[in-house]
């Protein structure tokens, strides 16, 4: 018996001795895979998504009979797909596509090093080393004898302070150059065929506000060392990457930058020919929406780009780890990865560092720089189906992906793409309202305002007659109903109060003179209005046209819109009394809520009438709800300043002032109550604990 013990523990040692050493492993997602849904709210909104890729092998080349790596700096290929593996010791390791050994590569012509060298390219028969320390970039061939060497350029263009640290290349099928040097916020370094130096190209800029105007124009006419240092900080972001796609058109990435930034936006740019600007969206956040901030390590680094020949982009994040693919739209197709700087998993990384593509996207390499192993995702049949479709929608072809994009939606209804497909797709075949059902589901509202228009159109079409009649009866109608009315003085509400109220638009400045002289208006019609404001505004924001809509139900708190509408009436009514008693204004609190209720009217009339509109104009005919809005608010202030000189007997400059004060009030209210919250908050933590410890003796 014990021996058959034996030999079982040996048996499954030895087991666990050889599973431990194995490399390659199989085909299973590392990490949850997500994407992210547009034009849901205000931001981005990540949702869970079907793996399109799988983990498929773990290169370690101590197993291909190499010398341990001490760090990878970065990854290429060529034209054969042979993998080229830059170590921090001046050393490049060649593999084949399948990760067998080509060959090595030591010190250039035998005693160049090259060492923390961070950059490696390759075009040819050529490979470029960016050997950064060395401020230099070698060109080589493929058995390590040295072609030639590019230094600092010799130029005018080149700034006196300028340092060069070249750390990523890449060159252009007409010869032409662009090298990347650490710190430099010029833009990429161009140089020609014959490798002289043209100049920066594609530089970063800093985004201006009015605020920040007045803040430089500050600075120069006072300046100081604090100044000086702020001035320095607001200086572009530097290029970490660079490539070019199969049209020739450059891509770039920023890299490292701060959440609390507009900078977090465009840090991959596609730059035009000649002019280097970008023209790819420049207000899209190409890295994670929604993180945990804790401390500056979670600025999120987008550290190397690939770009394959569908225009897909593959974008490595270092400080999360994990691989964001967005087509030429900048649509992100899925992110994965992770690990945060301590992998537990396979498909997890401590320090990635560099990414290459095989077999045109279908093979995604990731270098970790800390465990120097190489992670194979590989793309499967879902991720193809959809790479596939996305690149056939952006291209038009809309009669050929229906029945694809269906098929998707049936293993994934998180893809946004995929509704956006159909709904294209519809839209091609003229079922219009299918086409708006699909739109819809996918918050697509460039293809929900096509086919909208379409809807709209075949509706008055065959509905103008009746349409017709019905305006004109209610035109006329609205006229005689004027005419009868002031005429022969027709009195159709018979309640004084609710007489008052509905005039007030019409005549504020006798109702409120009435209000204040003869005691009129009523309080629970003020009641109604503040009801009636607050539903109003509620509608207004999921009710509303789903064209001008922000409605998120995923996130909609009324209780917050009910603070920034009634709450926001409350405070005025509160802080103008408290602030007018002081100064001798002759308004009573009820004559403060009258006139500030009755004046909501005009916006609630608006409300309404925004909902009805919203719903049937289109993109293009906004103007129409910008100045419907404009009009009311213009309305509803003017007023409020006349009710509130008719009940406080103000001057116009007294007003103004008491206004002031009065909104200075509001902010003072709001931070007691926030104190408030914070203190009662404070106590109930301290109950608790103290009921803890009792119960604990």
């Given amino acids: 018996m014990k021996k058959a013990l034996g030999r079982l523990f040996a048996v499954i040692l030895a087991i666990c001795l050889v599973a431990s050493a194995v490399t390659a492993v199989s085909a299973a997602a590392p990490t949850d895979s997500y994407t992210y849904w547009t034009n849901v709210g205000t931001q981005r909104k990540s949702v869970y998504g079907k793996a399109m890729y799988d983990v498929d092998t773990l290169v370690d080349v101590t197993k291909l009979g190499v010398q341990k790596l001490t760090q990878i700096t970065s990854m290429c290929k060529d034209n054969d797909e042979n993998i080229y593996i830059l170590d921090s010791s001046s050393r490049i390791v060649i593999l084949d596509k399948n990760f067998n050994l080509v060959k090595e590569i030591g010190l250039i012509n035998g005693s160049i090093s090259y060492n923390n060298a961070k950059g490696i390219y390759y075009k040819d028969n050529v490979i470029y080393i960016c050997n950064t320390e060395g401020a230099n970039i070698y060109m080589i061939d493929v058995d390590g004898n040295l072609i030639d060497t590019i230094t600092v350029p010799d130029s005018n263009l080149i700034p006196d302070e300028f340092i060069f640290k070249p750390t990523k290349i890449t060159r252009d099928d007409n010869g032409y150059m662009y090298v990347v040097s650490e710190g430099c916020y010029y833009g990429s370094l161009l140089y020609a065929p014959d490798r002289s130096f043209l100049g920066f190209y594609g530089s970063n800029t800093v985004n201006a506000s009015i605020a920040s105007v007045f803040t430089n124009i500050s600075n120069r006419l006072f300046p100081n060392a604090e100044k000086h240092a702020s001035q320095i900080k607001k200086l572009p972001f530097s290029f970490v990457d660079i490539t070019i796609d199969s049209e020739g058109f450059i891509y770039t990435c920023n890299g490292y930058t701060d959440l609390n930034s507009a900078s977090r936006n465009a840090q991959i740019r596609r730059l035009s020919p000649g002019g280097g600007t970008n023209i790819l969206n420049s207000k899209v956040n190409f890295t994670d929406t929604e993180i945990i901030w804790i401390d500056n390590f979670y600025k999120q680094d987008i550290c190397d780009i690939e770009i394959d020949s569908n225009g897909f982009i593959y974008a490595l994040e270092s400080r999360f780890d994990k691989v964001f693919i967005y087509d030429e739209q900048c649509r992100v197709l899925t992110v994965f990865g992770g690990g945060m700087g301590s992998a537990s998993q396979v498909g997890t990384f401590t320090n990635s560092c560099a990414i290459v593509l095989l077999d045109d996207g279908d093979r995604i390499l990731v270098a970790d720089a800390d465990t120097n192993y190489i992670t194979v995702f590989k793309i499967n049949e879902y991720g193809k189906q959809v790479k596939e479709l996305d690149a056939l929608t952006i291209n038009g072809e809309y009669d050929k992906i229906k029945e694809g994009w269906l098929e998707v939606l049936s293993q994934d209804a998180n893809s946004q793409l995929a509704y956006s497909g159909i709904a294209n797709s519809y839209l091609e075949e003229e079922n219009y309202k299918e086409a708006l059902k699909y739109a819809k589901l996918g918050y697509d509202k460039d293809t929900y305002a096509v086919a909208f228009e379409y809807v709209r159109k075949d509706f008055i079409s065959e509905n103008f007659t009746w349409l017709f009649a019905v305006i004109v ?25 609710l007489n008052l109220m509905l005039t007030t638009m019409v005549h504020p400045s006798n109702n409120f003179t009435d209000i204040k002289e003869k005691k009129l208006g009523s309080i629970p019609l003020c009641f109604l209005l503040i009801v009636l404001y607050y539903a109003v505004t509620v509608m207004k924001t999921i009710a509303g046209g789903f064209l001008f809509s922000k409605y998120d139900p995923t996130s909609f708190n009324s209780i917050i819109v009910l603070v920034r509408s009634v709450g926001l009436v409350v405070l005025w009514i509160v802080a103008n009394w408290l602030v007018c008693t002081l100064l001798g204004g002759k308004g009573k609190l009820k004559e403060i809520m009258i006139v500030t209720c ?55 400059g007294k007003f103004i002032w008491t206004t002031i004060l009065t909104v200075l009030g509001m902010a003072i209210i709001i931070f007691l109550l926030i104190m408030l919250i914070i203190l009662v908050q404070q106590f109930g933590a301290f109950v608790v604990t103290l009921v803890t410890e009792i119960s604990t003796i």
């Avoid at 004027?482 to 309640?495: A, E, L, P």
């Avoid at 009805?612 to 103007?623: D, G, K, M, R, T």
């Avoid at 910008?626 to 006349?642: E, K, N, R, V, W």
Wanted: net charge positive; aromatic share 12%; proline share 2%.
């Fill in 473 to 497: 009866v209610v035109v006329i109608g609205a006229i005689a109903f004027m005419f009868v009315t002031n005429k022969k003085k027709v009195v159709f509400i018979k309640n004084k109060s």
């Fill in 598 to 652: 009755y004046s909501l009217l005009p916006l609630i009339l608006e409300g309404i009438i925004y909902i009805i509109l919203s719903n049937v104009l289109l993109p293009v005919e906004a103007s129409f709800l910008s100045i419907l809005t404009t009009i009311a608010t213009i309305y509803f202030g003017l007023m409020l300043i006349i009710g509130m000189l008719k009940v406080h007997d103000f001057s116009m």
